[in-house]
């Protein structure tokens, strides 16, 4: 099946430092999504992109929906310990069918305070 | 607001033993899906559903088999349990129609096959 190019696989930072991750698919999607996956618990939103081009901000979350409509990446700022976890892009299309959402690989967050 | 429940959390099972397992959401959606998550992979999407009494297959559904008789509901199960089906599982809803309807996932069951 289509899977999501997401890099890096994982990051090891410290506190206050920026962190930028990114996903990349051969195939275009309708809407891109950005989750977040804490141990134990299932993936939450953060950032839903619906417009190619689209940059959106969620606190200190930046995402944009590359022009192209295939690729788009997750910026984090002056991160902090409650950032670590995974994080997941997701393409998502829709039609009569369900909205299908195709997954990345994830990126797994360290933060060392 | 609970969202998305699955229950149970945890099992562990026996091969060849089977089992259910449950996702309800109160929010009223239409479409339904089930995931698996393995380590180092994203989720993979089992089977799913968009609306009471429909299913479809995602992209990897063998040994695997659901119901939705109700709309609330949506039902995972497993005939003859596989060691290779050890995984977490997350059941996800999402409401009907195109854009901005994001899914929404519950906390995940974490099944074991020994």
């Not at chain 1, 022009?67 to 902090?80: C, E, G, M, V, Y």
Request: include cysteine; aromatic fraction near 10%; charge should be neutral.
């Amino acid at each position: 099946g289509q899977q999501l190019n997401q890099s890096p696989q994982s990051m090891f930072i410290q506190e206050g430092e920026d962190v930028s991750m990114n996903c990349t698919s051969s195939s275009i999607f309708n809407t891109w999504l950005w989750y977040k996956q804490d141990p134990g618990e299932g993936p939450v939103l953060l950032i839903a992109l619906y417009k190619a081009g689209e940059l959106t901000s969620n606190g200190r979350l930046t995402a944009q929906f590359g022009i192209t409509r295939k690729d788009s990446f997750l910026n984090i700022s002056a991160s902090i310990p409650s950032d670590v976890g995974i994080y997941f892009c997701a393409g998502q299309l829709y039609n009569n069918a369900g909205n299908m959402l195709t997954f990345g690989g994830g990126t797994r967050l360290m933060v060392k305070p | 607001n609970a969202g998305v429940t699955q229950t149970p959390k945890f099992r562990v099972l026996k091969t060849g033993q089977s089992m259910t397992l449950l996702c309800a959401q109160d929010m009223n959606h239409e479409y339904m899906y089930w995931y698996r998550q393995d380590p180092g992979m994203g989720l993979r999407l089992i089977h799913y559903s968009v609306g009471e009494g429909t299913t479809a297959k995602g992209e990897v559904p063998d040994g695997y088999n659901v119901s939705r008789l109700k709309k609330q509901n949506f039902l995972l199960g497993l005939e003859s349990a596989a060691p290779s089906q050890t995984s977490v599982y997350f059941c996800a809803s999402s409401p009907r129609g195109q854009g901005n309807q994001p899914q929404h996932f519950g906390d995940g069951t974490r099944l074991s096959i020994l």
